[in-house]
């Protein structure tokens, strides 16, 4: 929408994907202990109390104007929206300046992201082919960017810059088709009159943005709230609003990095010479009206979507993304469990992220580098791709989320498909660390000798 004016150098980009990467990683780990502790409380004396705690109505609104929800569904509804949020400012920033930005170095992720969601879908169709489970072909597409990092950040440096961001960018390419795909075939009969009420709103963001130059956050929240809820209303799913919602935030600065520095030179001067013996900070009228005018060039210096989610980042990663794990990956699982993991269900959830992911990440990325189309991510070779084709077979939030979706009133369809994703999820970490691990130390040998 906007042309962004931020620094682009490499040393800039890589710092932004290294603190991306290190609040991912953390976030990842947070994730696998709420994992843990859902399936250790769901499987407990104490099992009743987890699924009643979900349940729980929870009421937002004031007089006649009050949205009433169960606990899941305020987590799943409108907690994953704000999830989805940040995902679209992620996508597009990627888009703008990062990894995503130049011909040259989309084509690989992009068309490793497209094999890893083609071939799991048609594997799990081809499995459930003739079976009423065949609308959870959506299921194994899905790749869990968090959980799939954190799984590398375990090698360590290991693991090269160069993989890390093609894993990157194959998952936030990844999150593009699931997005697109919860969109056009996971979405209920439409009231179009809600919907034209959310688009409406849309419009005017974009407006604010683009037309109108504004940057405070405050009408794109409040705008925001209101596709949200025009988006739950009218059959779309409402986290689709939050990607929708996320690209109409301005990308753009208001100041340049020469006048920004200008900018702070003169009020350090200002600053400088309004030092007054006896006096501070707080008394000291002249040094406030240079830091407030050190706020404002800050504001004007960066941009509001690069704020946001640097804002949000956090909360999602170690708030967010743990809760609905704790809230839905709670599955009870009884003593015949083993002998349903052989329905056609399960099977095509598994195979499609275990083998699926590893076939169709690898195959095309080895296809595109013999064809000359582009080139392997440096320091990496076709092994390395291999264990993060493995890592993408990790799932779990999103493949759970659209597993929600195609068996949200089949709870006995929906179980079953949570255990198959945590079973691929764990097989595809562990598979996919192991890989890395052995090429590693493969790599480390030859160097030595």
Known sequence: MDKPQPDTSSSTLLKSFEAFFKIEAAGGIILLVCTIVALVWANSPWATNYHALWKTPITIGIGPFTLSKGALLWINDGLMAIFFFVVGLEIKREFLVGGLSTPSETVMPIAAALGGMVVPAILFVVINTGEPTIKGWGIPMATDIAFALGVLSLLGKRASTGLKLFLTAVAIVDDIGAILVIALFYTAKLN????????????????????????????????????????????????????????????????????????????????????????????????????????????????????????????????????????????????????????????????????GKQVGITGICWLVNRLGWASFPSHTGLIQIYGASCLAGIGFTMSIFIANLAFGNEPQHLELAKVAVLIASVVAGVFGYLVLRMAADVSSRRRNH
């Open 192 to 355: 179009l009159t809600a919907l034209a009420v959310g688009v409406s709103a849309l419009v005017i963001m974009a407006l604010l943005n683009t037309r109108w130059g504004v940057r405070s956050s405050l009408p794109y929240l409040l705008l925001g709230i209101v596709v949200w809820l025009a988006f739950l209303k009218s059959g779309m799913h409402a986290t689709i609003a939050g990607v929708l919602a996320a690209m109409t935030i301005p990308a753009s600065t208001k100041m340049d990095c020469s006048s920004f520095v200008e900018e702070l030179w003169n009020t350090a001067i200002v600053f400088e010479n309004a030092i007054t013996p006896g006096k501070t900070v707080l008394t000291n009228k002249e040094q406030q009206a240079a830091l407030h005018a050190l706020e404002d060039a800050h504001a004007a210096a960066t941009t509001p979507l690069q704020n946001i989610e640097h804002t949000l980042h956090p909360w999602v990663s170690f708030c967010i993304m743990p809760l609905f794990a704790l809230a839905n990956a709670g599955v009870a699982i009884p003593g015949g469990m083993a002998a349903r993991v052989l329905h056609p269900e399960a099977l095509g959830i598994i195979a499609g992220l275990i083998i």
